[in-house]
């Protein structure tokens, strides 16, 4: 990602979040909870009702990565 992304990231996640309050929320009051060795399932339906569904178990490096996003968007 070069600095213009990031600096594009940046300004678009607080839109994202006055869009999507609920989601921010959840991430604030389970933050906690995102440690190496918890599962992270993902569920995306699209708009013509398809589901798909992956998880992953969250590595140390997942953890890190997880914990860089949030501070670069703080």
Not at 42 to 63: I, P
């Amino acid at each position: 990602m070069g600095m213009m992304d990031a600096v594009e990231l940046k300004n678009r996640i607080p839109v994202m979040a006055q869009q999507h309050p609920r989601v921010v929320a959840f991430f604030k009051e389970n933050w906690s909870e995102l440690q190496e060795g918890a599962i992270l399932t993902l569920n995306v339906k699209s708009k013509e009702g398809k589901e798909m569904v992956t998880n992953m178990r969250l590595s140390a490096n997942d953890v890190e990565v997880l914990h860089l996003i949030r501070k670069a968007l703080s």
